[in-house]
């Protein structure tokens, strides 16, 4: 084609359009996409059909560079309404994307026709509005339909949604992922969903609240430092295991409580020390090996011991016991 004879070059012909993009299956795989443009082609797809309209290139920001797989794709679904120009002037088989019109519908476009999305899957009704409204519900301050219940055992603080028009900034995907940068006035907010729930949100306090609703897999190839300045609370409905390669330590500046419903099991290959000025046991004590102990040692209730056992004062190195009771030896 001869770009003089087609005003590429040259023309003060500037041709602008609006139209409804019908195919985004690019063949080549360019970024493009296939529009009818209101007043160039008709709505009859028998005398036009969606195959036969020119692929249109959309325009990126300046922020995507476009080249050697940096930057972005566009955006573009079936049924987007899409305003550009055309780089061939009248000749108008070269258009060109340069952004999306938010729109409304009364009644949902028919497939029959153009101007709509071939397949009828957009546009949707979103949550239970009567009206086909393409500005998404959480910019226009309606509530979040698939926020969860706050969980109880640890006191999880509620979702401070309170958006309003138009301070939340919003991105969401055909499949149901969400990003929230919410700018509302003291509801200030950073939310990120998956469609399957799994979300995190960051507060306006600074509070972090994450909710997984699957399994969560978390590898480190260093090292993993964590300070927490107040208390912690860990709830395990189920069973809990650690596995350390070579050293653990924890410092615990204030308490800590453990609660083990079912059987806690500890294997240690080397040395177990215990440091504590008073150590308080309830319940049953069963030992198995040697048992080497100093200090003075008081013992009330029945003793069982798997051995030999003489009742009465026992001395060992200057030091003795005395067993309060009667021992039993098997």
């Known amino acids: 084609m001869n770009r003089y004879d087609d005003q590429f070059l040259f023309s003060n012909n ?29 709505e009859n797809k028998s005398l036009v059909k969606t195959e036969d309209l020119p692929w249109a290139t959309v325009m990126m920001p300046n922020t995507s560079s476009s080249i050697s797989g940096v930057g972005s794709n566009h955006g573009l679904l079936n049924g987007s309404w899409v305003i550009g120009f055309f780089r061939d002037g009248t000749s108008a088989q070269d258009p060109i994307i340069i952004g999306t019109i938010a729109s409304s519908y009364e009644d949902k476009p028919s497939v029959d026709k153009g101007f709509s999305d071939p397949a009828g899957v957009f546009p949707l009704l979103q949550q239970d509005e009567e009206q086909y409204i393409d500005t998404n519900t959480l910019v ?130 080397g040395t177990t020390t215990v440091s504590t000025p008073t150590t308080n046991w309830a319940g049953d004590i069963n030992l198995g090996g040697d048992i080497n102990l100093s200090g003075d040692i008081n013992l009330s209730g029945d003793i069982n011991i798997g051995g030999t056992s003489t009742a009465g004062d026992h001395v060992s190195g200057g030091i003795s016991s005395k067993v309060i009771g009667d021992p039993v030896v098997p």
């Open 14 to 42: 500037f041709t602008w359009w609006m139209g409804v993009v019908e195919d985004r299956l690019d063949p080549e795989e360019m970024n493009r996409v296939r529009v009818r443009c209101f007043g160039y082609h008709t």
């Open 140 to 269: 226009r301050g309606v509530d979040d339909p698939t926020r969860l219940e706050p969980d109880a055992p640890i006191t999880e603080p509620a979702s401070p949604y309170a958006a309003v028009y138009p301070f939340n900034h919003v991105k969401q995907t055909e499949s149901g992922h969400v990003i929230e940068l919410d700018d509302t006035e003291a509801a200030e907010r950073i939310r990120i969903k998956h469609k399957s729930g799994t979300v995190v949100e960051i507060h306006p306090s600074g509070d972090v609240v994450s909710r997984t609703v699957g399994s969560k897999y978390e590898v480190i190839a260093k090292n993993n430092s964590i300070h927490i300045i107040e208390n912690e609370l860990v709830f395990v409905d189920g069973n809990s295991d650690k596995t350390v390669g070579m050293n653990d330590s924890i410092h615990i500046v204030g308490n800590s409580t453990v609660t083990v419903d079912g059987t806690a099991n500890i294997t240690v290959a």
